[in-house]
Structures are given as C-alpha cells and as structure tokens.
C-alpha cells in the first residue's frame, strides 16, 4: 500500500499497487506533455528570437544597402547638376566669347572704315594740292608762254634777241648771284676765233673751275620770213663751246615754238652734239642748278686729276674713267630730262592725267638720284683699279 497526500485538502490517503502505477503514470506523462509543451514554446520562442535577428540584420543590410544606393543617387544627382551647371557655365562663356569677338569685329570694322575714310580724305586732299600745285604751274608757263608771244608782237627781231639776252642776264644777277657769289656770268666777247657765243658761266671751289656752260639765245619774230631751227645753231654752239673751253652747251630758244619736244622742257641732244641742251627760258634757273649740282659732285675727283697732272702722272686711265663716269652721268642726266619733259608734256596735255606726271616726275627723281649715288661711290681706290702707274703715284703721295 501507498500512502498519498491529496493537493487539494491536505489529507492523506492510501492506494494500492495497481492505482499507484497509475495514477504515476499519469503523473509522468502530464510532466513530460508539459515539458514537451514547454520545451517546444521554448524553442519556437528561440527560433522566433533568431528570425527577427535574422530578419533586424537583414533589414539592417537592406537599409545600409538602400542608404549606399541613395547615396550614391545622391551623388549621380550632384554630379548631373554640377555637369549641367558647367554646361550652362559654359554655355554662357561662349555666347560671351562670341559677344566679345563680335563687338572686336565690329570696332575693328569701323577702325578700318574710319582709317579708309581718313584715307580717301588724305587722298583727295594730296590730289586737290597736287591739281592746284600744276594748275599754278601751267597758269605760270602760259603767262610766261603769252608774255613772249606779246613781246614779240612789240619788237623788232633785233630787239627780241637783244631782250631774251637781257632777260636771262636779269634773271642770273637778279635771282641767282646770292646762289653763286664765286660764278662768272658774262656775255662772250671774244671772237677773235671768228665766233662768239651769247654768255659764259663759270664757277669756282678754292680758285678752281669745277663747271662752264656756253649759252646761245635765239629768237625770232613770227613775221619773219625766213623761220630757223634749233638744230641750224647746234654746230656753231658747239664750236664756240670748244673755242672756249665750256664743258656745257645750252641753247636757250623760243625758235620752233609750236614744237611738242621742245615745249615739253629740257631737251638733251648730246646724242648730235657732247653735252649740249635745249631749253625755253622758264628752266634757265633749273638747268643752271642741276649742271651745278652735277658738277659739284666731281670737285674732290677734279681736284686730285689736277694734282695728278701737277706731278706729271699718266693720268690715261684716270681721265678715261673720269669721262666714263661722266658720260653715265650725262645718260643718268638725259634719262631725266626725258622723264621732266615727259612731266611737262603730260601738264600741257590735260590735268586728268595727273597720275601720269608724278609717276614721270618720279621717276626723273630716281634718275638723278642713282647719278647722284654714282657720283658719290666714285673713289680714288676705283678710279685707279687697273693702274698701276696712279696706284703707285697715290701711295707715294699719301705716304
């Protein structure tokens, strides 16, 4: 027999074998369900905790996921709006650009247009002064043109002759003796020779002769019968030159007055007579000035050809150099005078070929000037190349 204690009022009780085993059975089956149930809740309660920590660190990645991905969104939308901003950023420079090189373009533009303009009036200014400057000229020629016809209507031949002596006498000792203080300038005298021309110039450097021109004056009066020709007076001109040592010989004319090439300026006709011009009265000056000039540039080389001579040295070479220079000169000279006459001719002819005269007048500028620079490269060192007599004589002296 066992002894029981009931739960419920505390009071013992006795069971038999057979009860015993079962009501233990009963008791060791309870306890086990519910060990079982508690165990189970147990682990269902653990499972669960280990979802959710499962599940909290899932959604703790997803959420670092979905923050990586919303930054880096974040950042793609910076950097569109940086891009568009830069786009936008240079778009505008651009359009400045442009601006800036079209406002360049425009100010160069009226730069260029205010430059042609002050151009054009530049231009048109030297044209007007140019016509004036020529249209003086021509007045001037035409007053000296009609001034010569009338006082030819007015005089005997004689008388005409005798007055375009007179004339250019006035003319040198009126307005040009202050030029040339050392010149002579007188009427020819001697004709001793059998002939005489009208006057003689003459200048002088340190007591020598450096330039002698023989003038010959020739007029007539248009009712005279029998009409003369510049080329009737070149031979006896040229004797005369001779006769009288000149180097030059100028006809000064009003024969022949209807004649384009002499009505056109200086003509030179050494290509018939050596060194011999024909001019009208109005280039008396100018001729006398360009032989001076001329002339002055061979002082030095005349200068040592006198001592040359002075020494008793074989001056062959020298003087054949000396004339070789002059006659380029004289060619140089010739040219222009051509071109002068060329000028003056154009004047005559009209004032629309205005371009024409100073292309003429430029270039009788150019041809004095390479004479001029021919005369001044003329040294001792090239006269005397291929002498030796001058070259030892030269030394001697300078040693």
């Given at each position: 027999?066992?002894?029981?204690?009931?739960?419920?009022?505390?009071?013992?009780?006795?069971?038999?074998?057979?009860?015993?085993?079962?009501?233990?059975?009963?008791?060791?089956?309870?306890?086990?369900?519910?060990?079982?149930?508690?165990?189970?809740?147990?682990?269902?309660?653990?499972?669960?905790?280990?979802?959710?920590?499962?599940?909290?660190?899932?959604?703790?990645?997803?959420?670092?996921?979905?923050?990586?991905?919303?930054?880096?969104?974040?950042?793609?939308?910076?950097?569109?709006?940086?891009?568009?901003?830069?786009?936008?950023?240079?778009?505008?420079?651009?359009?400045?650009?442009?601006?800036?090189?079209?406002?360049?373009?425009?100010?160069?533009?009226?730069?260029?247009?205010?430059?042609?303009?002050?151009?054009?009036?530049?231009?048109?200014?030297?044209?007007?002064?140019?016509?004036?400057?020529?249209?003086?000229?021509?007045?001037?020629?035409?007053?000296?043109?009609?001034?010569?016809?009338?006082?030819?209507?007015?005089?005997?031949?004689?008388?005409?002759?005798?007055?375009?002596?007179?004339?250019?006498?006035?003319?040198f000792n009126g307005e040009?003796?202050?030029?040339?203080?050392?010149?002579?300038?007188e009427k020819d005298n001697?004709?001793?020779?059998?002939?005489?021309?009208?006057?003689?110039?003459?200048?002088?450097?340190?007591?020598?002769?450096?330039?002698?021109?023989?003038?010959?004056?020739?007029?007539?009066?248009?009712?005279?019968?029998?009409?003369?020709?510049?080329?009737?007076?070149?031979?006896?001109?040229?004797?005369?030159?001779?006769?009288?040592?000149?180097?030059?010989?100028?006809?000064?004319?009003?024969?022949?007055?209807?004649?384009?090439?002499?009505?056109?300026?200086?003509?030179?006709?050494?290509w018939k007579y050596p060194?011999?011009?024909?001019?009208?009265?109005?280039?008396?000056?100018?001729?006398?000035?360009?032989?001076?000039?001329?002339?002055?540039?061979?002082?030095?080389?005349?200068?040592?050809?006198?001592?040359?001579?002075?020494?008793?040295?074989?001056?062959?070479?020298?003087?054949?150099?000396?004339?070789?220079?002059?006659?380029?000169?004289?060619?140089?000279?010739?040219?222009?005078?051509?071109?002068?006459?060329?000028?003056?001719?154009?004047?005559?002819?009209?004032?629309?070929?205005?371009?024409?005269?100073?292309?003429?007048?430029?270039?009788?500028?150019?041809?004095?000037?390479?004479?001029?620079?021919?005369?001044?490269?003329?040294?001792?060192?090239?006269?005397?190349?291929?002498?030796?007599?001058?070259?030892?004589?030269?030394?001697?002296?300078?040693?």
């Amino acid at each position: 027999m066992h002894e029981l204690i009931c739960p419920n009022c505390g009071k013992p009780f006795r069971v038999d074998e057979a009860d015993y085993a079962s009501i233990l059975n009963q008791v060791k089956g309870a306890e086990f369900d519910a060990e079982v149930t508690r165990r189970i809740a147990e682990l269902h309660k653990q499972h669960e905790a280990e979802e959710q920590a499962r599940a909290a660190v899932a959604e703790k990645q997803h959420q670092s996921e979905l923050f990586q991905k919303q930054k880096e969104l974040s950042d793609k939308d910076l950097e569109i709006a940086r891009l568009k901003a830069r786009i936008t950023s240079d778009e505008d420079r651009k359009k400045l650009e442009i601006a800036q090189a079209l406002s360049a373009k425009d100010q160069e533009i009226a730069l260029l247009k205010t430059a042609s303009e002050l151009e054009r009036s530049k231009a048109r200014l030297e044209e007007k002064s140019i016509r004036e400057d020529y249209e003086n000229k021509l007045r001037v020629a035409q007053e000296q043109v009609d001034y010569y016809k009338d006082l030819k209507t007015r005089m005997s031949t004689k008388m005409v002759g005798e007055t375009l002596e007179a004339h250019c006498s006035t003319i040198f000792n009126g307005e040009m003796r202050p030029m040339f203080p050392n010149a002579y300038f007188e009427k020819d005298n001697d004709a001793s020779g059998g002939s005489k021309g009208d006057f003689i110039f003459r200048d002088f450097e340190d007591g020598m002769e450096y330039v002698s021109i023989m003038f010959e004056m020739k007029n007539e009066m248009d009712e005279t019968a029998t009409k003369h020709k510049n080329e009737d007076f070149f031979k006896k001109l040229d004797a005369d030159r001779t006769a009288k040592g000149c180097e030059y010989a100028v006809l000064v004319s009003l024969l022949e007055p209807d004649s384009e090439l002499y009505n056109g300026g200086i003509v030179d006709v050494s290509w018939k007579y050596p060194k011999m011009y024909v001019i009208r009265p109005q280039f008396f000056k100018s001729m006398i000035t360009l032989l001076v000039n001329a002339a002055k540039n061979t002082i030095g080389v005349k200068k040592e050809l006198a001592l040359a001579r002075q020494q008793s040295i074989d001056v062959t070479n020298f003087e054949n150099q000396l004339l070789d220079f002059k006659e380029k000169f004289s060619n140089n000279y010739r040219l222009a005078s051509e071109k002068f006459g060329k000028a003056i001719e154009e004047i005559d002819k009209s004032i629309d070929h205005l371009q024409k005269i100073k292309e003429a007048l430029l270039g009788s500028e150019r041809n004095l000037r390479l004479a001029n620079d021919k005369a001044d490269s003329l040294t001792i060192k090239k006269l005397t190349r291929g002498n030796p007599t001058m070259q030892a004589k030269f030394e001697e002296v300078n040693g």
